[in-house]
């Protein structure tokens, strides 16, 4: 008889989960001797082995089976080819800044977790709770103006109780410098789609692409400078794609 899984898992608490993890080392947070950083992972053995079952099937699924094209490409990109995408320009969260100590804080996320903490509060009425889960709805959508408007509404503080700063854009790509010279500026790769699309014509004219229409695969790793990396792995700044 085929199961399912539930859609809830219920008795599941995940801080217990996650510290067994950590304890036989499927991950652990990287450089800890020095005090980690927020964000970056390492696996340990039962992970990486996991990580390469897991590639494994999906090269076997999508690449073999459907006779993908594959490609391997570099992590560090030339600013030329994100300005012609449009990420340096476009590839933003929204932050604001506690005012008194300077911590950094994705707005969007922390309205949601205002709208949370109002819809699961009793004394709130059911109408202002309809109205909070539409804005936690729409809030990742809301542009940085939008965000200000609802700070100011509903009188937000920064977790430590102090003024927040007018919300503005924040790149998420890594930037650095290619050559000693520093004259040519580069990103570390958000995401793997531009050494595929920049491949498009090597792919066609040295005859891998047999025909079109054809597909294009990659598995690297990808950086996100996130704001506020949270959940362990859910949300990290270096990950595989």
Not at 33 to 48: E, F, V
Not at 149 to 173: C, H, R, T
Not at 197 to 202: E, P, Q, T, V
Request: glycine share 6%; hydrophobic share 40%.
């Amino acid at each position: 008889m085929a199961t399912s899984l539930p859609e809830k898992l219920t008795q599941f608490a995940r801080s217990e989960f996650e510290d067994t993890c950590r304890r036989r080392f499927f991950f652990g947070l990287a450089f800890d001797p020095y005090g980690g950083t927020a964000g970056l992972y390492d696996l340990g053995p039962p992970m990486c082995a996991m990580k390469a079952n897991m590639l494994s099937y999906w090269r076997q699924h999508f690449v073999l089976e459907e006779n993908m094209c594959e490609v391997d490409t570099t992590c560090i990109t030339p600013e030329e080819v994100f300005l012609a995408s449009g990420h340096v320009e476009r590839f933003n969260d929204v932050m604001v800044r506690d005012t008194v100590t300077g911590e950094c804080i994705r707005a969007d996320k922390y309205i949601e977790e205002f709208c949370d903490t109002k819809i699961n509060d009793a004394k709130v009425s059911e109408a202002e709770k309809h109205t909070f889960r539409l804005l936690q709805n729409a809030a990742g959508s809301y542009n940085k103006e939008q965000l200000a408007e609802v700070i100011a509404k509903y009188q937000l503080k920064s977790p430590k109780g102090n003024a927040l700063s007018e919300p503005f854009p924040f790149n998420l790509m890594f930037a650095s410098q290619i050559g000693p010279e520093g004259h040519k500026k580069g990103y570390m790769r958000p995401e793997l789609a531009q050494g595929i699309i920049l491949n498009f014509k090597r792919l066609m004219d040295s005859g891998n692409a047999q025909r079109m229409p054809f597909a294009g695969a990659c598995i690297g790793t990808a950086f996100r400078n996130e704001i506020a990396p949270r959940a362990a792995l859910i949300r990290v700044r270096e990950f595989t794609l």
